[in-house]
């Protein structure tokens, strides 16, 4: 059964509300009668540990190896190949 406490009666009395709530009691918290908070346990939550799914992912041979971009971030990324061959200039 949950009990409901004014927020007086809440902040003088807080100890042992804390107390209520260790022990499995639910306890509201109201203002003018009206509900506004409720006092929980703690619940301890785990965070993942780094590396949970490595044993889900399978990784090429040499995908770390910098295949399509130069190291220096000035250098073009396009094909050479492409600005070598001839281009036509449209005649008017």
Do not use: C, Q, W
Not at 58 to 85: C, M, Q, T
């Amino acid at each position: 059964m949950a009990k409901i406490y004014n927020v007086h009666d809440a902040k003088s009395n807080f100890s042992r509300l804390l107390d209520e709530v260790t022990a499995g009691d639910r306890v509201i918290i109201a203002r003018a009668g009206v509900p506004v908070a409720e006092l929980v346990p703690h619940t301890v939550t785990t965070r993942p540990t780094p590396g949970f799914l490595k044993h889900l992912i399978e990784v090429e041979p040499g995908f770390d190896e910098a295949k399509f971009f130069s190291k220096d971030p000035y250098e073009s990324r396009l094909d050479d190949d492409l600005f070598d061959a001839p281009h036509e200039v449209p005649s008017k």
